[in-house]
């Protein structure tokens, strides 16, 4: 009897030797095959800043792991998002930059009214850069050409945009076609917003305010929207052709009786 026990146990042991055996090489074969990715917890819109909170890791088959996928999260805290980011993805690193939203020295908010023809048809978002151009009430003549636009200001930050209620615009979907190029995808996500502008808030120093308010009071406000994947987080400037229209402005107002 001792002996069938002690063979019984024999066996037993041997059977869990094999099992845990097994599953410790199954463990070993799915970690070759996933990798450690750093996913959102939610759907980021664009404009949102990243904070700690927005962030989970996960392990997910190391062929889904896109070539761009950033996985430090010291390369994703703290920056914005230029493009919604949907909990099933990874963050891509063009779809966040280093945007300032907030006034720094000699910079303040600046809110203006708008619609959304002047928005680009609904599609400025909150850390967009933005090109502000005017539309002459009658041609104007500069190095005796004449012009009918001028840039007036070359990225322009927005802070905000908000509708009539004060709700902030947002992307209600994230990118979720594979198959389309990311412009197409932009397209698409950004014409589905969630509400409709009501008022723009910019950052601005001084020069460039003055520069905006001089625009308006001799034609048409309009804002351009540069593909935000390609945009750089340089200061925003008032160009050189509205400097020297400025100034001509000046000099003939200096001359009048």
């Known amino acids: 009897m001792r002996r069938w026990l002690v063979t019984g ?25 996933t990798v450690e990715a ?76 708008t619609d959304d023809v002047k928005n680009v048809s609904n599609m400025l978002r909150r850390g967009d850069l933005v090109d502000v151009w005017v539309e002459f009430d009658a041609p104007a003549t500069l190095g005796g050409v004449p012009r009918g636009a001028l840039k007036v200001i070359e990225g322009l930050r927005v802070a905000s945009v908000r509708s009539t209620e004060g709700a902030e615009i947002t992307d209600a979907a994230p990118y979720d076609a594979p198959f389309q190029s990311a412009a ?33 009071l001799v034609g048409s406000i309009k804002l351009a929207l540069p593909e935000p994947s390609l945009q750089e987080a340089e200061e925003a400037r008032v160009t050189d052709d509205f400097a020297t229209y400025a100034g001509a402005l000046i000099e003939e107002e200096a001359t009048l009786p």
């Not at 910019?202 to 520069?211: G, H, K, L, R």
């Open 38 to 113: 750093i996913m959102p917890t939610r759907l980021i819109a664009s404009g949102e800043t990243v904070d700690a909170s927005m962030v989970r890791r996960v392990r997910i088959a190391e062929a889904a792991l896109a070539a761009d996928a950033l996985r430090d999260e010291a390369d994703i805290i703290g920056r914005s998002a230029v493009a919604p980011i949907g909990p099933n993805e990874t963050f891509a690193s063009w779809k966040l930059a280093d945007r300032q939203l907030t006034p720094g020295a000699g910079e303040r908010y600046v809110s203006f009214p």
């Open 184 to 216: 197409r995808q932009r397209d698409r996500v950004r014409a589905s917003a969630d509400g409709r502008p009501g008022m723009n808030t910019f950052i601005m120093d001084a020069e460039i305010y003055e520069a905006y308010a001089l625009a308006s």
């Open 9 to 33: 146990l024999g066996v037993l042991l041997m059977a869990a030797s094999v099992y845990g055996f097994a599953r410790y090489a199954e463990h070993a074969e799915l970690d070759a095959r």
